[in-house]
Nanobody
Framework: QVQLAESGGGLVQAGGSLRLSCAAS????????MGWFRQAPGKEREFVAA????????GYADSVKGRSTISRDNAKNTVYLQMNWLKPEDTAVYYC?????????????????????WGQGTQVTVSS
């Protein structure tokens, strides 16, 4: 069973940057689709970024497009989310997720229900 552990969150001023990491253990995740989601207080969990199993398909939410980059290092079983030009509205708990179910398409997955394993989350707080 794959387990995920996020790190890299923290308190940052608006305009700053953070790099979130998601390390997988328990099984190699090299060929699984991965995603990042976030949830702010009182709001539903929303898509941030995702990468397909091959890495050939990457997608971003409009709210972070141009400011964020998702990448994966299969040798380290780790996926990253680099976030730049952070805004107060980026404040949320950030979760990484992996889909170990059958991979039925080549593009990335962006719906939370399409992922079956989640990390515990890491808090990102952006002050104005």
């Amino acid at each position: 069973q794959v387990q995920l552990a996020e790190s890299g969150g923290g308190l940052v001023q608006a305009g700053g940057s953070l790099r979130l990491s998601c390390a997988a253990s328990g099984r190699t995740f090299g060929w699984y689709p991965m995603g990042w989601f976030r949830q702010a207080p009182g709001k539903e969990r929303e898509f941030v970024a995702a990468i397909s199993s091959s890495g050939g398909s990457i997608g971003y939410a409009d709210s972070v497009k141009g400011r964020s980059t998702i990448s994966r290092d299969n040798a380290k079983n780790t996926v990253y989310l680099q976030m730049n030009w952070l805004k107060p509205e980026d404040t949320a708990v950030y979760y990484c997720a992996v889909r170990t179910l059958r991979d039925y398409r080549t593009s990335y997955y962006y719906i939370p229900g399409e992922y079956n394993i989640w990390g515990q989350g890491t808090q990102v707080t952006v002050s104005s």
